[in-house]
């Protein structure tokens, strides 16, 4: 898997995804999400693999653990990547992705790597404290997930980039910190809360980034991903 930034795909329909890629002449690294593969179905995902590029599938599974590896094992045979679900599910169902994941990979080929959503980059820690009644920092929060995430044998975290460095010192740099919220200085940060620069993100120990209307939304898109790359730089 490349470290090249990933972008989002974050698209309402085939044609648009399309038009997109059609401005690159090179493989890139993308994000499918709940929106675009709830519209299009897995078909969205061969389509864009056979064009050559690297896949994300970010649809954030959270259901009892039987249900989460039959889905996983089902998703695995799509040939992506990078998939998730969300630490909240508890390592149990984690174990359980994990296993399905491996069960549908196909015979000589590498599993999708498996990551797990801490906390949501648009969350704040009043909201978290408020709404989910979790009596911690974020902070110590994201750091309990990711602790469980790698109990349960997964091989990295979504998290802010604001505590992937922490992320990195407590469970090994070996262990993926995907950050999303990622945006070019003077973008708008729109719906997301905890947000970087992709130099930031780089400097505070980010894996992997996920860029998206940074990108997506520039009148020069392949402009504003080679601007995105050169701020990333070699890993």
């Not at 599974?61 to 249900?67: A, E, K, Q």
């Not at 460095?165 to 070019?184: A, M, S, W, Y």
């Amino acid at each position: 898997m490349n470290n090249k930034p990933i972008i989002a795909l974050d698209f309402p329909g085939e044609t648009e995804v399309f038009q997109f890629l059609g401005y690159f002449n090179e493989s890139l690294f993308v994000k499918i999400g709940m929106e675009l593969y709830l519209q299009e179905g897995p078909a969205i995902v061969q389509k864009v693999k056979e064009q050559g590029h690297d896949i994300f599938l970010d649809l954030k599974l959270h259901d009892i653990p039987n249900t989460v590896k039959s889905a996983m094992k089902g998703l695995a045979r799509l040939g992506v990547d990078l998939v998730n679900v969300h630490a909240a599910g508890g390592i149990r169902m984690m174990e359980g992705a994990l296993e399905g994941l491996e069960a549908g990979t196909s015979a000589g080929n590498n599993r999708a790597k498996l990551i797990a959503v801490t906390q949501l980059t648009s969350t704040t820690e009043e909201e978290m404290k408020n709404e989910q009644k979790i009596n911690l920092s974020l902070l110590d929060s994201v750091l309990h997930y990711a602790a469980i995430s790698k109990q349960a044998g997964l091989d990295g975290v979504v998290c802010s980039v604001h505590e992937a460095g922490k992320i990195g010192e407590t469970c090994g740099q070996e262990f993926l910190r995907v950050t999303p919220g990622i945006r070019l200085a003077g973008g708008a940060a729109h719906d997301q809360k905890r947000i970087a620069t992709p130099d930031g993100a780089r400097a505070d120990g980010s894996s992997l980034i996920v860029v998206g209307r940074a990108i997506t939304g520039a009148q020069d898109p392949v402009a504003a991903y080679k601007e995105v790359c050169e701020l990333w730089g070699e890993q």
